[in-house]
Every structure is written in structure tokens, then in C-alpha cells.
């Protein structure tokens, strides 16, 4: 099962969420719900590291990269930005391919999925719903102004050459804005969460507001102490010069066989895709091997941008095909309160050739983006 508790409760979380949403919506349009719980399920796990947004597994990967990275150079940065480019429009391709998996393959097999008689379907949170529609609306678009003020701001603050958000020379990539985008995340969600929690009447005064906060700090206190871990693990790593010895050996037999670098880069999506069949935790898994894959593919000349964005594609199909992963056992959990029998085979059945299209896919658009040498994100070259 997954070790990494953020990631797997995000995950969870959005499960959930996606099989009380997708499930009735399908039934509403005359569709079977088991199918949409089937795509909701999909389109969290198979395309999880797809994400146009900055996601707090993006902070994570880039923090354990540059960690892996200076056990090279010293000097080498990878920021949370650095696959932006390559995400955002790997979302809408796999988006479409999703849909069209589903339409044309799923779809032929939508009457395996019809209901039980006495099917109760899930049970929906149980929200406070005590907050009037027309309350939580006024109080989104406030929060959304509040939000683009933010931005805004920090747009603002970037303006002036010699700004403190601006890096050394008034660079802006290399910047304090990039580089510590953790922080400003952490202090975006905070004003947003807490203008929509007073609007809404969830805040009624400061005082409240650490007592929130530490109830946060208990739900991840899992999350730091596997951090601390990892944190040793890397540093050990680099003391004992294990990672030298090992990313040295590896990239001597690499340029022993004379593989070019985007060869390399597959035969990597192939075995991590495999080792994620067991260990499903994506952050788990990247810190297990990035003190290795990283040193070993710099010193054959590969960027680690390039390494992470792999990475996600090998991560993440294969997780929707694993009854190692924790959201894959809830499925099958929801699945069966529509119809007992339905089991893992049930679910393998439907979300295998979905996964497999979208990593040929995935890997196919890699490739292009490879031989065009775009920029995987904001001052992150591919090559």
C-alpha cells in the first residue's frame, strides 16, 4: 500500500470526490454510474501527474531533485515550475484520449456495469450544508477577486528590476518568486481558505485560525516525520558517496553502450512503471531512486527536469492498474455498492486499456516534445 500519507489521503480525498460526482452524474444522462466512477477513478490516478497547476507533489519532486542533483553539481536547481509547459498540455491530450478510450472501448462494455436491483450507490459526504447557495457563491467570487488581487500583486512586485522578489541581475527565473514557490503557495492558500471560511461563517475570528491550522499540522505530522526521513536518507547518500559510486558505475556502462540520452529516458519509463506496480506512493518511489537515476543520467548529459518529467509518465498510468494502491481498493469498494460481484478483475478489465492508451500516448507526445527541444517549463530546456 502507499507510505506516503499526503499524497495517498490527496488521493483518497479526490476519489472520493470523483465517485460521489461522476457516478450520479453519469446515471443522470442515462449513463451507468459504475462507468463514471470507473472514469473518475482514471482521471485522478492514470493522468495524476498531469496537472496544469502547481501541486504540492510538485514542490516535493522538485525538492527532492535538486537534493539528487547537487550530489553532481553542487549548484543545480530544480524548481516546482521546471515541467509546467509539459504538464498543462498533457492534461488536455490526456483528457482527450481518456474520452475517447472511454466513448469507443468502455463504452462497448457499459452493459457488464448495469446496476444491482437493490443498489444503494455510495454514500455522499456528509458536508454541514448549512451554508445557503446564495452565500457560498457571493463568498466564491469574493474569494476569487481576493485571489487575483493576490496574483496581481505579486505580479506588481516582479515589475521593478531591482525587486527582492526578482533574482540576482533582476533575473525572474532564477528568482526568489521561483525558487521559493512553496512559500507563496502556502501563503495563497491561506488568505483564500481563510477569506472563503469567514465569508461563509466558518471563521468567525482570528482565534479560530490557529486552531484550524493545527488541526492541518496533525493530519501531515505523518508527512514531516517521512520527510526527516527522506531528508537522512539523501544526506547519507551523499556523505557515504554510494550515490557517486553507483550513478558512476551506471553512466560508464551506459556510455559503454553508446545508448543516446532519449533511450535512456525510456528504458526508464519502462522499469519505473513496473516498480510502481509495487510501490504505488509516487514520492515515495522518487525519493527511493532519484539519488540514483538523477547523477547517473546528468553525468550522460540529461537534464533533471527532463528525468522528472519522465517520471510522471511512468508513475503515473500504472497506478490505475495496481490493487496495490489504496485508491484502487477504494474503487472496487464503491464499485460494489452498485453491484456486489463486481471485484478487481472488474476493474483491471475497464481501466487497463485506458492506462496503456494513455501512456503510449504520453510517451509518444515525450517524444515529440523531445525532437521539437521545447521547454519543459519556464527556463527548463529539455536537453
Known amino acids: 500500500m502507499e507510505s506516503f500519507p499526503l499524497r495517498r489521503e490527496e488521493l483518497l480525498d479526490a476519489v472520493r470526490e470523483r465517485a460521489d460526482q461522476c457516478g ?75 474520452t475517447v478510450v472511454t466513448e ?27 451554508v445557503p447557495e446564495e452565500v457560498e457563491l457571493r463568498a466564491l467570487r469574493r474569494t476569487g477577486a481576493v485571489a487575483a488581487v493576490f496574483v496581481g500583486l505579486l505580479v506588481v512586485g516582479m515589475i521593478p528590476a531591482g525587486s527582492p522578489l526578482r533574482g540576482e541581475n533582476g533575473a525572474i527565473l532564477d528568482s526568489t518568486l521561483f525558487t521559493g514557490i512553496a512559500l507563496v503557495l502556502s501563503l495563497s492558500f491561506l488568505l483564500v481558505g481563510a477569506t472563503y471560511a469567514r465569508l461563509t461563517g466558518k471563521l468567525t475570528s482570528s482565534s479560530d485560525l490557529p486552531e484550524f491550522m493545527a488541526d492541518g499540522i496533525r493530519s501531515i505530522s505523518p508527512l514531516l516525520v517521512l520527510f526527516f526521513a527522506v531528508s537522512q536518507f539523501l544526506a547519507l547518500f551523499q556523505w557515504t558517496g554510494i550515490s ?19 533511450a535512456v529516458l525510456m528504458l526508464l519509463i519502462a522499469g519505473i512503471a513496473l516498480l510502481n506496480l509495487l510501490i504505488t506512493s509516487g514520492t515515495a518511489l522518487w525519493a527511493l531512486i532519484a539519488p540514483v537515476i538523477i547523477p547517473m543520467t546528468m553525468l ?45 478483475g472488474t476493474l483491471v478489465s475497464f481501466t487497463l486499456p485506458a492506462a496503456m492508451a494513455m501512456m503510449v500516448v504520453w510517451i509518444a507526445l515525450f517524444a515529440l516534445w523531445y525532437a521539437l527541444g521545447l521547454p519543459l517549463g519556464p527556463g527548463s530546456p529539455i536537453t
Open 24 to 98: 450520479p452524474e453519469f446515471k443522470a444522462v442515462g449513463r451507468s454510474p459504475m462507468l463514471g466512477m470507473i472514469v473518475g477513478f482514471l482521471s485522478i490516478n492514470a493522468a495524476g501527474d498531469a496537472n496544469p497547476f502547481i501541486a504540492p507533489s510538485d514542490v516535493v519532486f522538485a525538492k527532492i531533485a535538486t537534493e539528487a542533483a547537487h550530489i553532481v553539481d553542487p549548484d543545480a536547481i530544480v524548481r516546482a515550475t521546471d515541467n509546467t509547459y509539459f504538464t498543462t498540455v498533457s492534461a488536455v491530450v490526456l483528457a482527450i484520449v481518456l
Open 104 to 130: 469507443k472501448v468502455l463504452s462497448k462494455r457499459e452493459h457488464e456495469l448495469v446496476p444491482d436491483d437493490d443498489a444503494t450507490g455510495p454514500t455522499a459526504g456528509t458536508g454541514s450544508g448549512s
Open 244 to 262: 557517486t559510486v553507483v550513478a558512476a558505475g551506471g553512466a560508464d556502462g551506459l556510455e559503454r553502450l553508446d545508448a543516446p540520452v532519449f
Open 300 to 344: 550522460i548529459g540529461a537534464n533533471p527536469a527532463t528525468v522528472m518529467a519522465v517520471y510522471r509518465i511512468a508513475d503515473s498510468c500504472t497506478n490505475s492498474i495496481t490493487p496495490m494502491s489504496a485508491t484502487f481498493v477504494l474503487t472496487v469498494g464503491y464499485l460494489q455498492t452498485y453491484q456486489k460481484k463486481a471485484g478487481i
